[in-house]
T-cell receptor, first 115, second 114 residues
């Protein structure tokens, strides 16, 4: 079945550091890829998504590029802030035409940014 | 905009007890989902519903029942609570069941089994 692997379980950075969270997926066909962010006490919310090979998604200074060749969708930010501290989830959709709308999530990465 | 409301925020029950979580959405979305969130394990799908009175099992449906009696609400029942089931349960909705749609989540309900 489909799966998503996030390499980092926890990341600790200082403000203005560069962030990379690695996400690799396994799926047949052409799923849509997502990054969701979850702040303390809240539910996950969409950060951005990408549907085609080489498409770049971005929001709030975060970005990721859909790479079908390496089956990756790594999250990057050039300069993190303390307010970016949250849990980040990579996810993929079911196949176009499967008509369930459900997502498969990675295990999540806890990001802590220190002032 | 819309909102997803989950009740209760904390649900405390005893082992073996039947416990129910409720979810309401005012987006007028067709599809609703229940996910379980465990630390280090991410979000795993329990049940989903593509329309009123429809129910579809997810990967983690054993030990759970669900009910979608109207479009705006989706309930999840833990049929016999166990201590290893303590987790956060997240309700979500999307406009319809097409692949690639955004899911909108509630704030979650934490289950505590004593």
């Amino acid at each position: 079945g489909d799966s998503v692997t996030q390499t980092e379980g926890q990341v600790a950075l200082s403000e203005e550091d560069f962030l990379t969270i690695h996400c690799n997926y396994s799926a047949s066909g052409y799923p849509t890829l997502f990054w969701y962010v979850q702040y303390p006490g809240e539910g996950p919310q969409l950060l951005f998504r990408a549907s085609r090979d080489k498409e770049k998604g971005s929001s709030r200074g975060f970005e990721a590029t859909y790479d079908k060749g390496t089956t990756s969708f790594h999250l990057r930010k050039a300069s993190v802030q303390e307010s970016d501290s949250a849990v980040y989830y990579c996810a993929l959709s079911d196949q176009p035409g499967a008509n369930t709308g459900k997502l498969t999530f990675g295990h999540g990465t806890i990001l802590r940014v220190h002032p | 905009g819309g909102i997803i409301t989950q009740t209760p925020k904390f649900l405390i029950g005893q082992e073996g007890q039947k416990l129910t979580l409720k979810c309401q959405q005012n987006f007028n979305h067709d599809t609703m989902y229940w996910y379980r969130q465990d630390s280090g394990k991410g979000l795993r799908l329990i049940y989903y519903s593509i329309t009123e009175n429809d129910l579809q099992k997810g990967d983690l449906s054993e030990g759970y029942d669900a009910s979608r009696e109207k479009k705006s609400s989706f309930s999840l029942t833990v049929t016999s609570a166990q201590k290893n089931e303590m987790a956060v349960f997240l309700c979500a909705s999307s406009i319809d069941r097409r692949s690639g749609n955004t899911l909108y989540f509630g704030e979650g309900s934490r289950l505590i089994v004593v």
